[in-house]
């Protein structure tokens, strides 16, 4: 399978932090996001899904989305 590239932030080029966790044995949830120390966070997403690939997937998906959208809107 192939892995997505996760994009760097679109605010700051740096790579996003990936938090991985799973729900008491029902599911698990992934976040990524961007946060500088003491400075507000630039962008973070959060999936849940049953399957911890599946939810990563998702994440990183949106992510790019949202990545690519900010580019594009800035
Ligand atoms: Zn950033």
Do not use: T, Y
């Not at 740096?14 to 976040?31: D, L, Y």
């Amino acid at each position: 399978m192939d892995e997505i590239k996760l994009k760097p932030c679109p605010f700051c080029g740096r790579m996003p932090k990936v938090r991985r966790s799973a729900i008491g044995g029902c599911g698990a949830w992934v976040e990524v996001r961007c946060k500088p120390l003491f400075r507000r966070e630039h962008l973070a997403v959060q999936h849940g899904a049953a399957l911890m690939e599946r939810a990563f997937d998702m994440a990183v998906e949106d992510w790019n989305r949202r990545a690519e959208k900010w580019k594009k809107s800035n």
